[in-house]
């Protein structure tokens, strides 16, 4: 198995690994905050701190791969988490201004 090298990261660069990696993540998540249940499962602790880490592991690929790229993606990620929270009421789920906290604006915090 290859170690993670400066040599190896401009390879990963050139081919848009942590773009298509990226893109993969948010579609599951996606999937997983926009498909109608029953019931929501619970959870032990706040569901905010889920949101946190959901959002750390979809920009972990680039802030890796790309660091001068952090506040394009912590952009996107803030919106993609403003459109999820838009759009699961369509989808009989809750929105709430303390879950789009939790997983936009308080990433610019993590900079």
């Keep these: 198995m290859k170690q993670l090298s400066a040599a190896n990261i401009s390879d ?4 848009k690994i942590d773009i298509y990696v990226t893109i993969i993540i948010s579609i599951a998540l996606g999937l997983a905050t926009l498909t109608t249940v029953e019931k929501l499962p619970t959870v032990s602790g706040s569901d905010k701190a889920y949101h946190l880490i959901l959002i750390a592991i979809l920009t972990l690929p680039i802030a890796i791969i790309r660091p001068n790229a952090m506040w394009i993606i912590l952009s996107l990620t803030t ?11 369509l989808v009989k789920r809750n ?10 604006p308080i990433n610019f915090l993590r900079i």
Excluded: N, T, W
């Design 95 to 104: 929105c709430g201004m303390a879950d789009f906290l939790g997983s936009g």
């Design 79 to 89: 919106a993609f988490g403003g459109a999820i929270e838009l759009l699961q009421p």
């Design 12 to 15: 990963l660069r050139a081919r």
